[in-house]
Nanobody, 125 residues
Framework: QVQLVESGGGLVQAGGSLRLACAAS????????MGWFRQAPRKEREFVAV????????NYADSVKGRFTISRDNAKNTVYLQMNSLNPEDTAVYYC??????????????????WGQGTQVTVSS
């Protein structure tokens, strides 16, 4: 069983930055690929970024490439999402997710078994 707790959300002006963290209560986070997803009001949950178990591979949604960076510290059982150049379209609840490591980095909501409760990110114009 993996429990995930996100933190770091809040209200920020357009152009600003936030750093989200996802703390995992698991014996060895390094056996899991980790993803970030988001869900805006009246929209489906969507993929944002994913990082492999070692941190050596990443993948991003086109909408956040060049602005967001996913990273992880397996010694601290924590995954991060650095978000720069935020705009109002980034407003959403952000969720981290975990799934056993695999060869392919997964981007589908249904491909992850473990989810956090989410943290709200609001970007004002």
């Amino acid at each position: 069983q993996v429990q995930l707790v996100e933190s770091g959300g809040g209200l920020v002006q357009a152009g600003g930055s936030l750093r989200l963290a996802c703390a995992a209560s698991v014996r060895t986070l390094s056996t899991y690929d980790m993803g970030w997803f988001r869900q805006a009001p009246r929209k489906e949950r969507e993929f944002v970024a994913v990082i492999s178990w070692s941190g050596g591979r990443t993948n991003y949604a086109d909408s956040v490439k060049g602005r967001f960076t996913i990273s992880r510290d397996n010694a601290k059982n924590t995954v991060y999402l650095q978000m720069n150049s935020l705009n109002p379209e980034d407003t959403a609840v952000y969720y981290c997710a975990a799934e056993r490591a695999a060869l392919r980095l997964r981007v589908g909501v249904n491909e992850y078994q473990y989810w956090g409760q989410g943290t709200q990110v609001t970007v004002s114009s």
